[in-house]
C-alpha cells in the first residue's frame, strides 16, 4: 500500500509562483515513478510532469515546460513540482500518482495509487 498526501495549493495571480508537495510512503513507493497530473473543471485529467526515483530522470508536459519543475527528495519521500509563471489556464485540482509501471507513464490510467488532491487556482 502507498500513501499519498499532497499540500501547497492555493490562490495566486497570474505571473506567480507556487510549489506543491508530496509526501509518500508505502514499502516499495520509492521503486517506481511519481507524477503529477491535474483537472481542471469539465475537463479530464492530464499529466503534468513525472519522474524516476532512482535516476531523478523527468517528463514535463509541452504546456508546462519552461515553467514547472517536478524534483524529489529521497530522504523525505516527497516530490514537489515547483510551478512559476502561472496562468490562469494552469487552475485546477492538482494530483500527485505513483505507478508501478516501468518509465513514466503519461496516461492517468497507469496510476495506481492518487493523492487527495490540492485546489492551484490562478487568477487574471
Known amino acids: 500500500q502507498v500513501e499519498l498526501v499532497e499540500s501547497g495549493g492555493g490562490l495566486v495571480r497570474a505571473g506567480d509562483s507556487l510549489r506543491l508537495s508530496c509526501a509518500m510512503s508505502g514499502r516499495t513507493a520509492e521503486v517506481y515513478p511519481m507524477a503529477w497530473l491535474r483537472q481542471a473543471p469539465g475537463k479530464e485529467r492530464g499529466f503534468v510532469a513525472g519522474i524516476r526515483w532512482s535516476s531523478g530522470s523527468t517528463v514535463s508536459a509541452d504546456s508546462v515546460k519552461g515553467r514547472f519543475t517536478i524534483s524529489r527528495d529521497n530522504a523525505k519521500n516527497t516530490v514537489y513540482l515547483q510551478m512559476n509563471s502561472l496562468k490562469p489556464e494552469d487552475t485546477a485540482v492538482y494530483y500527485c500518482?505513483?505507478?508501478?509501471?516501468?518509465?513514466?507513464?503519461?496516461?492517468?490510467?497507469?496510476?495506481?495509487?492518487w493523492g487527495q488532491g490540492t485546489q492551484v487556482t490562478v487568477s487574471s
Open positions: 500518482a505513483h505507478t508501478t509501471i516501468s518509465g513514466i507513464p503519461q496516461m492517468p490510467g497507469a496510476y495506481t495509487y
